[in-house]
């Protein structure tokens, strides 16, 4: 499938670059308050889904644009997870941190994930027992062993405007106990930067299925640990998680249990 994968980011991270790279301003609606959505997030996962369903009908699609949502997975079906464009607002003000992610889930697991930058041509890659890459090139978690030595990186949700008292409770405690905290706009690129060893841990509640799904594979297969809030494996419906070097998660959760 790796083949396939590549494929498919590169020809939707196509589709994402000419409207970034346009002089023209891209064209922002909302699906509700301050969660845009563009013409290239719709046609960056028409071109995704379009292909995957051709090559394999019986096969299951979840992704952000088109697709009804889920909250339970079945076995015996293979589902592709997609998010044609992570990090839409940096896509929309021309920030180059965005990305699309696609991950494969079967009988319950994530078996492979795949995310790229366009913009910086950086793709991750993972498969379930064999390790991940950047750029084809194996890569770790970081071992730093204690939050205060730690760099973290954190988003917020789309609701923060309506209730911004606990993300920011969290954001307070970790920004004055880790070395420092960073919110860069992507969520499965903030995984992947953890998996790579830049991050020691991200921390997010509210981010759905096709946010995480490739990134968190990305994570355990460079080493890392994905939980939610309390520690469980409940990250991909659970609206809460927690990915870090494996080090630092222990005193990464003792504080988000602390102050939710
Ligand atoms: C968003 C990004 C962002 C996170 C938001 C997500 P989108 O996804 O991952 O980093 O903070 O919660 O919804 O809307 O750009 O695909
Ligand atoms: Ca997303
Ligand atoms: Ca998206």
Known sequence: MKNLLVQLVKKA???LLQYFNSQKEITVSFKSKNNPVTIADKKSEEIIKNTILKKFPADKIICEETCPTIDKLQN??????IDPLDGTVNFTHKLPIFCISIGIIENN???EGIV???????LY?????C?????NKKILVSKIKNLYNSLLVTGFPYYTHKNPKRVFKLFNKFATTAQAVRRLGSAALDLCMVAEGIFEGFWEENLQIWDVAAGSLIVKEAGGKVTDYYGKENYLFGKTIVASNGKVHTQMLKIINSLI
Do not use: L, S
């Open 116 to 122: 790229y930058n366009p913009a910086t041509e950086d």
């Open 76 to 81: 015996n079906i293979r589902y592709w997870v």
């Open 131 to 135: 390790g991940a890459f950047k750029n």
């Open 125 to 129: 890659y993972a498969k379930k027992g």
């Open 109 to 111: 697991e994530i078996i």
């Open 13 to 15: 991270g196509q589709v």
